[in-house]
């Protein structure tokens, strides 16, 4: 099929460009140009939820150079109009990179790791910038020493290799809990799998079989369980095989970490029958993703994501056909 021999193009690309250093062979194309959205002036943002002390941390940005391959059923032009319809830059597709840190019941929990500023965008014309947690956090006044447990939402590079020491692959967190979905884990450290990927995904899945599963602090766990305490797991696979949200609950209020449900809300969220190339299945992405935003709407959460417009906190609401995202402004 013509559609999914192009997203895994695609992905293949990404990935490729992902995974430098570790594959030099296809090392091709370093960013010609320079990050053209400024830092935020103060690189994390805290909230309460309920009793939960949530502060999201800026990792860095990807600003992709548009590309007609984007979407399987979005032209580059609807593309601009949605990211002009939400007042964003038109010149290139917005990927600001938030990870969440939340202290709840005594314990400090990590949601996701950031891309390590090991992730690199394939594309020249794009700007792939990641890495910027680990100053952030301390600026925040968190020891990232004292992180007891990090949840994977899925092991896309932008999610999981700020846990990987660049050239060494060591753990960057050797003494925290890693908790990943177990989906996710066996997809990915299936030996098999390298075979069955296209050439330039290989990569990835190398890196991720190479060190995750000789690491003895990673906890793979089924379904929607109470991963820690007043933090669930929540099942939203399409964009990866294992992809999961994360539910904070305290008191009366709850707070859904989208992970990358709906990866650009101006994109994913206003128009979420769009079929975007980084999902690996659109169809259960799209299923997963309404579900989501369908939930946060129902129960009156408040949602934050991955690659949400910093600070990375909104409401959402319907909006016609799709859902419309309200920034929380720092
Ligand atoms: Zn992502």
């Not at 038109?90 to 969440?100: K, L």
């Amino acid at each position: 099929m013509l559609t999914t021999s192009r997203r895994d193009l695609i992905l293949s690309a990404a990935v490729a460009g992902a995974a430098l250093g570790l594959d030099k062979s296809l090392a091709i194309a370093a960013p010609a140009r320079g990050q053209k959205t400024p830092d935020p002036a103060k690189g994390f943002f805290r909230y309460k939820i309920g009793d939960a002390e949530c502060t999201g941390v800026y990792d860095g940005i990807w600003e992709k150079a548009h590309d007609p391959a984007c979407f399987s059923n979005a032209t580059v032009a609807e593309i601009k109009q949605a990211l002009a319809d939400a007042g964003l830059t038109t010149a290139f597709v917005p990927i600001p990179i938030t990870v969440f840190v939340i202290k709840l019941h005594g314990k400090l929990v990590l949601c996701d790791a950031g891309g390590g500023n090991q992730v690199q965008a394939f594309n020249p014309e794009s700007v792939f910038v990641s890495g910027k947690m680990m100053a952030n956090m301390r600026a925040a006044g968190i020891d990232p020493k004292k992180i007891e447990t990090i949840l994977i939402s899925h092991f896309h590079p932008d999610h999981i290799f700020g846990l990987l020491e660049k050239k060494t692959n060591a753990p960057v967190f050797p003494n925290a809990e890693i908790i990943v979905p177990a989906a996710e884990y066996k997809w990915w450290t299936d030996p098999s799998l390298i075979t069955r990927l296209p050439t330039g995904r290989r990569p990835l899945a190398r890196r991720i079989q190479t060190a995750i599963p000789n690491w003895k602090n990673v906890l793979p766990v089924e379904g929607e369980d109470e991963v820690v305490p007043g933090i669930r797991f929540v099942s939203a696979p399409g964009h990866t095989p294992g992809h999961t949200a994360f539910h904070v609950s305290s008191g009366n209020e709850q707070l859904m970490i989208s992970s990358d449900a709906a990866y650009v809300p101006a994109l994913c969220a206003a128009h979420p029958g769009w079929h975007g190339v980084f999902d690996q299945n659109a169809v259960a992405a799209e299923t997963s993703r309404r579900k989501l935003l369908d939930r946060v709407i129902a129960d009156k959460m408040m949602i934050c994501g991955s690659h949400f417009p910093w600070p990375g906190l909104g409401k959402i609401a319907r909006d016609g056909a799709g859902y419309a995202l309200t920034v929380h402004t720092s």
